[in-house]
């Protein structure tokens, strides 16, 4: 006699193991301003010269040789005394912008940016064609992250000295800070016409073109940067992310590894040359950079779950669980691994632990549709067939469109013996999926179970 029930569950959602996407930023950014510079108190400047009277000699003699001696303590970053310097200079003659700028940068330099932010501001009052001092000012609000006064800053450096390239550079870095790429762009693209040999222009530019997705003028710009520079780890590593985002995966790979030859420590170039690897399906070679990158950085969780991503490519679930486990330890919220880990356990067949991580996961994100099909299939295989029906319709509700769900839950009612339900779910799975050989193989069984004789239409 024919065997009508329904086999027990059918794995169709959660034997896809690649899970990939935890990335960091596959860009990194060379956020470092440019153009901070002393005032030369021996270069003639629109400084106004300190008030004769009968001591000027001396005391003209005595502030040059403090602002020197303050410039001499920047050189050798020793800003304590420099700061000193400068304000002994001050004291002398508060009126000349020179030593109150330089003290200014000094602060800058010593990362007291509000202090330098009031000296930049005296100069600029005493002298307020001062371009540097504009920049300088533009350079201290950037570091505390106050980009709409750095841009107005730089702007106004701009209308002093048209040609100031590090004015532009950094105003670039301002716009691309807030996210404004376009203007990003335009700016750095001032700075290369003005200098065509700045390599941090190019970068800049290309990690710009990256962020708005155009990977080829990206591509172009990173190149340009590297002719410049052939040293430029940075450059080559955030290329061989733009050739990835093409799927480029060898011309990737190509430059990440020349990254890692000029920076052997460079631990998101091992990352991300995993990734390559990966996508690439040669998962022994993206182990092996992943172990790199986690030796480089044991904290790193996004290498341990991508590893453990790699292990499962490759049925060793011991190993992939305890990358997942590795993961979970250091961010006990992170859901992506709860969920690859219970993937893990339903491949060996313990459904307990998977439902157990798939629990987890869904505590951590409720609407992970995966998560509750992938628990109910747990559920179904455990024979507990009002938990697995329980979760299909939770997936259901979240996705109304998900034909595997419905065919599952009809799966689980057939198990309970409900037909006419089970012969539903797959009837709305059938008109999602016309093409749902599966389900219609699964509605003519539960017909030949009702003693349906128009069931060989579906089997």
Same mark, same amino acid.
């Given at each position: 006699?024919?065997?009508?029930?329904?086999?027990?569950?059918?794995?169709?959602?959660?034997?896809?193991?690649?899970?990939?996407?935890?990335?960091?930023?596959?860009?990194?950014?060379?956020?470092?301003?440019?153009?901070?510079?002393?005032?030369?108190?021996?270069?003639?400047?629109?400084?106004?010269?300190?008030?004769? @009277?009968?001591?000027?000699?001396?005391?003209?003699?005595?502030?040059?040789?403090?602002?020197?001696?303050?410039?001499?303590?920047?050189?050798?970053?020793?800003?304590?005394?420099?700061?000193?310097?400068?304000?002994?200079?001050?004291?002398?003659?508060?009126?000349?912008?020179?030593?109150?700028?330089?003290?200014?940068?000094?602060?800058?330099?010593?990362?007291?940016?509000?202090?330098?932010?009031?000296?930049?501001? /005296?100069?600029?009052?005493?002298?307020?064609?001062?371009?540097?001092?504009?920049?300088?000012?533009?350079?201290?609000?950037?570091?505390?992250?106050?980009?709409?006064?750095?841009?107005?800053?730089?702007?106004?450096?701009?209308?002093?000295?048209?040609?100031?390239?590090?004015?532009?550079?950094?105003?670039?870095?301002?716009?691309?800070?807030?996210?404004?790429?376009?203007?990003?762009?335009?700016?750095?693209?001032?700075?290369?016409?003005?200098?065509?040999?700045?390599?941090?222009?190019?970068?800049?530019?290309?990690?710009?073109?990256? =962020?708005?997705?155009?990977?080829?003028?990206?591509?172009?710009?990173?190149?340009?940067?590297?002719?410049?520079?052939?040293?430029?780890?940075?450059?080559?590593?955030?290329?061989?992310?733009?050739?990835?985002?093409?799927?480029?995966?060898?011309?990737?790979?190509?430059?990440?590894? /020349?990254?890692?030859?000029?920076?052997?420590?460079?631990?998101?170039?091992?990352?991300?040359?995993?990734?390559?690897?990966?996508?690439?399906?040669?998962?022994?070679?993206?182990?092996?950079?992943?172990? /790199?990158?986690?030796?480089?950085?044991?904290?790193?969780?996004?290498?341990?779950?991508?590893?453990?991503?790699?292990?499962?490519?490759?049925?060793?679930?011991?190993?992939?669980?305890?990358?997942?486990?590795?993961?979970?330890?250091?961010?006990?919220?992170?859901?992506?691994?709860?969920?690859?880990?219970?993937?893990?356990?339903?491949?060996?067949? @313990?459904?307990?632990?998977?439902?157990?991580?798939?629990? /987890?996961?869904?505590?951590?994100?409720?609407?992970?549709?995966?998560?509750?099909?992938?628990?109910?299939?747990?559920?179904?295989?455990?024979?507990?067939?009002?938990?697995?029906?329980?979760?299909?319709?939770?997936?259901?509700?979240?996705?109304?469109?998900?034909?595997?769900?419905?065919? =599952?839950?009809?799966?689980?009612?057939?198990?309970?013996?409900?037909?006419?339900?089970?012969?539903?779910?797959?009837?709305?799975?059938?008109?999602? @999926?016309?093409?749902?050989?599966?389900?219609?193989?699964?509605?003519?069984?539960?017909?030949?179970?009702?003693?349906?004789?128009?069931?060989?239409?579906?089997?």
């Amino acid at each position: 006699m024919q065997d009508l029930r329904p086999k027990l569950v059918i794995l169709a959602f959660g034997m896809v193991l690649f899970v990939l996407g935890f990335l960091p930023d596959r860009n990194e950014r060379r956020d470092v301003p440019k153009g901070d510079a002393l005032v030369d108190e021996s270069v003639p400047s629109n400084s106004p010269a300190p008030e004769a @009277d009968e001591n000027d000699g001396k005391k003209r003699i005595r502030y040059a040789a403090l602002v020197r001696q303050g410039d001499i303590h920047v050189g050798n970053r020793d800003f304590d005394r420099a700061i000193s310097d400068y304000s002994e200079a001050i004291q002398l003659d508060p009126t000349n912008a020179i030593a109150l700028h330089n003290r200014g940068l000094a602060y800058a330099n010593n990362s007291q940016y509000d202090e330098a932010i009031t000296d930049y501001s /005296e100069a600029i009052r005493l002298d307020p064609t001062n371009a540097l001092a504009f920049h300088n000012r533009g350079l201290a609000y950037a570091n505390k992250r106050e980009y709409d006064r750095a841009i107005s800053d730089y702007s106004e450096a701009i209308r002093h000295d048209p040609k100031d390239v590090n004015a532009f550079f950094n105003r670039g870095l301002a716009y691309g800070n807030k996210g404004d790429n376009d203007r990003a762009i335009s700016d750095y693209s001032e700075a290369i016409r003005l200098d065509p040999k700045d390599a941090n222009a190019f970068f800049n530019r290309g990690l710009a073109y990256g =962020n708005k997705g155009d990977n080829d003028r990206a591509i172009s710009d990173y190149s340009e940067a590297i002719q410049l520079d052939p040293t430029n780890a940075i450059a080559l590593h955030n290329r061989g992310s733009a050739y990835a985002n093409k799927r480029e995966y060898d011309r990737a790979i190509s430059d990440y590894s /020349e990254a890692i030859r000029h920076d052997p420590k460079d631990v998101n170039a091992f990352f991300n040359r995993g990734l390559a690897y990966g996508n690439k399906g040669d998962n022994d070679r993206a182990i092996s950079d992943y172990s /790199e990158a986690i030796q480089l950085n044991p904290t790193n969780v996004v290498a341990l779950h991508n590893r453990g991503l790699a292990y499962a490519n490759k049925r060793q679930y011991d190993e992939a669980i305890a990358d997942y486990s590795g993961a979970i330890r250091l961010d006990p919220k992170d859901a992506n691994a709860f969920f690859n880990r219970g993937l893990a356990y339903g491949n060996k067949g @313990d459904n307990d632990r998977a439902i157990s991580d798939y629990s /987890e996961a869904i505590r951590l994100d409720p609407t992970n549709a995966v998560a509750l099909h992938n628990r109910g299939l747990a559920y179904a295989n455990k024979r507990e067939y009002d938990r697995a029906i329980a979760d299909y319709s939770e997936v259901v509700r979240l996705d109304p469109r998900n034909a595997v769900a419905l065919h =599952n839950r009809g799966l689980a009612y057939a198990n309970k013996r409900e037909y006419d339900r089970a012969i539903s779910d797959y009837s709305e799975a059938i008109r999602l @999926d016309p093409q749902y050989a599966l389900a219609f193989c699964s509605r003519g069984r539960a017909k030949q179970a009702k003693g349906d004789r128009t069931s060989g239409a579906d089997v």
